[in-house]
């Protein structure tokens, strides 16, 4: 049965099968909170779980009413990338706000939103190379694709599933 490593980060707990994409994504939890205190804490509040899938390399997928956020594993290795997964905690946080604030949460006004979020923080950093791919993915619509990913979707939803069902094999790591 495949491990997977779990450790908590302030309120969010992330479950990942690779303690590399841990650490990668504590540095953006941090590094957020240095950059952007409001932001650190409507994460910390929107988020409960953050859970990366083996079984997907390109996914995105939030599930408002456990407060997880359900990632595929490519943003956690190779150009990791520590602001704009940052500017990725406030997005899908965003959505859970959404959510919780009785807003539509899925579709392209909440990704408008959504997205408007993240920009805001990319700017206030001064990403702007980030600021243009981000552009560039909302006038291409990027949630259209995802929203078609019905396989990706079942797959780890699964898995989450398996998880807050105690079915994974968990390994938890001390900070």
């Excluded at 993915?137 to 699964?158: E, H, I, L, P, R």
Aim: with cysteine; charged share 30%.
């Amino acid at each position: 049965m495949k491990v997977f490593y779990l450790q908590k980060v302030d309120k969010i707990t992330i479950i990942s099968p690779s303690k590399i994409y841990i650490k990668n994504l504590g540095e953006s939890l941090k590094a957020l909170k240095n950059w952007d205190k409001d932001s650190f804490t409507r994460v910390n509040k929107c988020l409960k779980f953050i859970f990366i899938s083996p079984n997907n390399k390109k996914y995105n997928h939030t599930l408002v009413d456990d407060k997880a956020w359900i990632s595929g594993y490519d943003i956690f290795e190779g150009d990791y990338d520590m602001p704009y997964i940052a500017s990725l905690l406030i997005h899908e946080s965003h959505h859970v706000a959404q959510y919780l604030s009785g807003h539509e949460y899925f579709g392209e006004k909440a990704e408008t939103a959504a997205y408007k979020e993240q920009r805001k923080f990319l700017k206030k950093i001064k990403y702007d190379y980030a600021v243009q791919w981000l552009d560039k993915q909302y006038s291409n619509k990027w949630w259209k694709a995802m929203d078609k990913s019905v396989k990706g979707k079942t797959v780890a939803d699964k898995l989450f599933s398996d998880f807050t069902g105690g079915k994974l094999a968990i390994k938890k790591l001390t900070v």
